[in-house]
């Protein structure tokens, strides 16, 4: 009998069972040691998995996602800072001509990549299952592939006609069985401001749940810098700040509340060196707002009590200056008679 068990506690519990699925007890897997994650891009992106790249029309998504193929097939850097290893990317450019494509290459520096990076153009007779299954066919001739970018996901699976929903749901959770059977990362680009609100929540809906992470992107047209929310099953939920450079490149500031608050404390204590006097919280507010300061009051309130503890700002009674190391006292020095009389006397050896 033990032979037939094979040592397994568990098997002869198991063979009384129906033999419909295959089943664990919860008690075998609780020693299991559960694996690190492997990033592709450290923080963000996964190596294996489908990921969610969403936000508005023309807030530099596109971008985004470029200068992710470029740093993997070069093997340089994401988002200016995060260093990344050198792996194949398929960019499915669906949307943009290769002539626009070509001069955000030139604007970002993009320089040849040896074969590591293919290019799949507009194909309007591949939309929805022949899409996934022409990217499964790719994967099997060329498995080197390791990074895959779809740009967009509207176009790859024709969502905009909301009659085959149903279809779409079942062609991502085709792509995601692909990515975990492959070991890739697909990362798929997805504009959020297309349909009505009702077709909006339901596509977004259908699209969230198969993906392991969710890259959310926000930013108002007039502005360089952009909220990038992070979140997933691998991934710690987090907010950073990234700014849009001369060149359109993205670069990451860091996380949005340290980037804010070391922002908010340069404006505080410029202000204050500029008026050379103590100022009350109410008071810097007021003048940082007639120069523009979209905070609140409490902001700066609460910014400059954190800026005292660090020993940025000193205060006495309800105002702050710039900060004043405190002075150490001198101890008097207690001298004899006699060394009293010689103090001050020069004694010169003949």
């Known amino acids: 009998m033990d032979d037939l068990l094979n040592g397994d506690p568990y098997a002869y519990e198991k063979c009384r069972l129906p033999k419909f699925f295959d089943v664990t007890f919860f008690d ?5 040691e559960i694996p690190p994650v492997k990033w592709l891009v450290d923080g963000f992106i996964p190596e294996t998995g489908l990921h969610l790249l969403m936000g508005d029309k023309k807030i530099g998504k596109s971008w985004f996602a470029f200068q992710c193929a470029q740093g993997i097939a070069l093997g340089e850097f994401v988002l200016g800072k995060i260093p990344v290893s050198k792996n194949k990317v398929l960019y499915n450019n669906l949307e943009e001509s290769w002539q626009l494509l070509l001069k955000r290459a030139r604007n970002l520096g993009f320089s040849k990549t040896g074969n590591n990076m293919i290019l799949v153009e507009n194909n309007d007779q591949l939309k929805g299952i022949r899409a996934v299954d022409t990217l499964e066919r790719m994967l099997q001739v060329d498995p080197s592939i390791r990074f895959i970018i779809i740009d967009t996901i509207q176009s790859f699976l024709n969502l905009a006609d909301k009659n085959e929903y149903a279809e779409s749901s079942s062609n991502l959770q085709i ?3 692909i990515a975990h059977e492959k070991q890739v990362s697909i990362l798929l680009v997805y504009h959020t401001n297309t349909g009505t609100h009702t077709e909006r929540s339901l596509e977004r ?27 997933g099953r691998e991934v710690e939920d987090r907010t950073y700040t990234i700014k849009m450079d001369e060149n359109c490149r993205w670069v990451l500031e860091g996380e949005k509340g340290e980037v804010l608050e070391g922002a908010t404390q340069i404006l505080i204590f410029d202000w204050l060196k500029n008026h050379g006097m103590p100022a009350k919280p109410i008071d810097i507010f007021r003048g940082l707002k007639a120069e523009g300061y979209k905070g609140t009051s409490d902001t700066i309130r609460q910014t400059c009590h954190r800026m005292k503890n660090a020993e940025k700002l000193s205060s006495s009674q309800g105002t702050y200056f710039r900060y004043l190391p405190p002075t150490t006292p001198v ?18 050896s003949v």
């Open 331 to 348: 101890t008097p020095v207690t001298m004899s008679q006699s060394e009293s009389e010689n103090e001050g006397r020069v004694t010169l």
């Open 205 to 231: 809906i259908g699209i969230t749940a198969a993906c392991d992470t969710i890259i959310h992107l926000t930013r108002l047209r007039s502005e360089r810098r952009a909220d990038m929310c992070v979140t």
């Open 28 to 32: 075998e897997i609780l020693d299991r």
């Open 175 to 177: 792509l995601s069985h």
